[in-house]
């Protein structure tokens, strides 16, 4: 479904991610693992044409689309779930909600459709709908920027360290979600610094050290991966 070949990305002359490749297929959830400042943000971006990759393929669903802007990427069928959750905290749950709808908006279904989904999908925010969001724990928050990028109907959802600042039980809660999206069958690109939550939702992973995929495989290898278990999984 996404075949990233050979992207590179600089900021001004510094080099954040060399000559990456890798391939997600339909219906998998892939993790993207790495330390801090490893070029995982600038990858997820880098698809989604928010930072320039002056070098390197995206291919998705058969077209490529690393010379499109943005909004083309997401009306082929990416979103993106940022890192930090960036909903609008001074408006309600529901118009966040329809923001995220917008790009999509005359090519699919009608909103309403969607914020049912939505709504179906995460009880909590329906229950909240006329909430600010400034207002909602964490948790709900990242539930909210969840459901804002699947308002847009997404082939693929990326997902930005979704488990940051959260508490452990909000993280648990979280990851069920995850969980449902993958049984129901969206493919899922996700980065995480929790590698073994991450890596035991995942069907297969790559790790990616200072711009480089330094190793690749099935959840199951990575897990009992050596290297992996003493960098991070501290075992
Ligand atoms: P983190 O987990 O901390 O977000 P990351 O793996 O997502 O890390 P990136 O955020 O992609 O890594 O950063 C990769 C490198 O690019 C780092 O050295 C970072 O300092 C640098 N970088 C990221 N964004 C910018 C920017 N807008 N301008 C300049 N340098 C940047």
């Given at each position: ?30 993790a ?25 393929q ?10 499109e802007p ?27 909600l ?6 999509t908006?005359?090519r699919?279904?009608?909103?309403g ?14 229950e909240?709908r ?26 693929l959802?990326?997902l ?30 996700l ?6 939550g991450?890596l ?20 199951e290898?990575?897990?009992?991966d ?10």
């Amino acid at each position: 479904m996404l075949e990233v070949k050979r992207l590179s990305v600089s900021y001004d002359v510094l080099p954040a991610v060399f000559d990456v490749s890798f391939e997600v297929r339909k219906g998998e959830v892939i993790a993207l693992i790495g330390p801090n400042g490893a070029g995982k943000t600038s990858t997820l971006k880098a698809i989604l044409g928010l930072v320039e990759a002056p070098s390197g393929q995206v291919g998705f669903l058969g077209k490529r689309l690393e010379r499109e802007p943005p909004w083309v990427r997401v009306r082929a069928g990416l979103a993106l779930v940022p890192e930090g959750r960036r909903i609008f905290p001074e408006m309600t749950v529901e118009e966040n909600l329809e923001l995220g709808a917008y790009a999509t908006a005359t090519r699919r279904g009608k909103p309403g459709a969607r914020l049912d989904r939505a709504y179906t999908l995460f009880t909590r925010l329906a229950e909240r709908r006329r909430q600010l969001a400034g207002t909602l724990s964490g948790g709900e928050q990242q539930m909210l920027a969840i459901g804002r990028a699947l308002m847009s109907e997404p082939e693929l959802l990326m997902l930005d360290e979704p488990s940051l600042g959260l508490a452990p039980r909000a993280i648990e809660v979280l990851y069920e979600h995850l969980e449902a999206l993958h049984r129901e069958g969206l493919t899922i690109l996700l980065v995480e610094q929790f590698v073994y939550g991450a890596l035991e939702l995942a069907d297969r992973g790559y790790v990616l050290e200072r711009g480089r995929i330094v190793r690749e495989g099935t959840r199951e290898s990575l897990l009992h991966d050596d290297y992996i278990q003493k960098t991070y999984l501290a075992l």
